[in-house]
């Protein structure tokens, strides 16, 4: 069974990129897509973005401009990097893996607070 | 951009009642790109049902979802103390290519 483990910095400084790293262990990463998904405290659930095992991506819109992922499949890992955080950007990140349409499998999620 | 609204907000229900929640499309959607997910405090979300209807694996028959065109309804036939939590619908396939509802929290009454 597939697992995800994100890892990466809790406190990020406002201004500064934001930058996670999600372990995939138990499955191929192969044949699948890869998102990051986020969710600020209280609040509902937000798709940052996707790679796709060969290297293709597709971002939210409304993040684009600041997001970066990418995908090292001989260390079966993929990265999110958000650039220019402000305080709207603290959340749980979650890491997923989808085939396409649905989100089959969850890291269990980092929180990042963006504060000085 | 396609907006999900659930509704209610907040579901207060006694273990043993029957649960259902709805998630409303701002425009008609491909039935095979609705699904819902479950969320306890402190977990990530956990897939319950996809393409609108089909039961991911390991999901008791007592969730059900339902649903066409702008109207989708996630069931739970006789609640557990275990399915108190939120529950979100997800839609795929427009811009952004993945969108969420805004959940609905299911707390005993």
């Known amino acids: 069974q597939v697992q995800l483990q994100e890892s990466g910095p809790g406190l990020v400084k406002p201004s500064e990129t934001l930058s996670l790293t999600c372990a995939v262990s138990?499955?191929?990463?192969?044949?699948?897509?890869w998102s990051w998904i986020r969710q600020p405290p209280g609040k509902g659930l937000e798709w940052i973005g996707y790679?796709?095992?060969?290297?293709?991506?597709d971002y939210n819109p409304s993040l684009k401009s600041r997001v970066t992922i990418s995908v090292d499949t001989s260390k079966k890992n993929f990265s999110l990097k958000l650039s220019s955080v402000t305080a709207a950007d603290t959340a749980v990140y979650y890491c997923?893996?989808?085939?396409?349409?649905?989100?089959?499998?969850w890291g269990q999620g980092t929180l990042v607070t963006v504060a000085s | 951009e396609i907006v999900l609204t659930q509704s209610p907000a907040t579901l207060s229900l006694s273990p043993g009642e029957r649960a259902t929640l709805s998630c409303r499309a701002s425009?008609?959607?491909?039935?095979?790109?609705l699904a819902w997910y479950q969320q306890k405090p402190g977990q990530a979300p956990r897939l319950l049902i996809y393409?609108?209807?089909s039961r991911a694996t390991g999901i008791p028959d007592r969730f059900s979802g339902s649903g066409s065109g702008t109207d989708f309804t996630l069931t739970i036939s006789r609640l557990e103390p275990e399915d108190f939590a939120l529950y979100y619908c997800?839609?795929?396939?427009?811009?952004?290519?993945?969108?969420f509802g805004q959940g609905t929290k299911l707390e005993i009454k």
């Open positions: 790679i796709f095992f060969s290297g293709g991506t």
């Open positions: 138990g499955g191929s990463i192969s044949g699948y897509y």
């Open positions: 425009h008609s959607v491909t039935s095979s790109y």
């Open positions: 997800q839609l795929y396939g427009n811009s952004p290519l993945f969108t």
């Open positions: 393409a609108a209807s």
């Open positions: 997923a893996r989808s085939s396409l349409t649905t989100f089959t499998a």
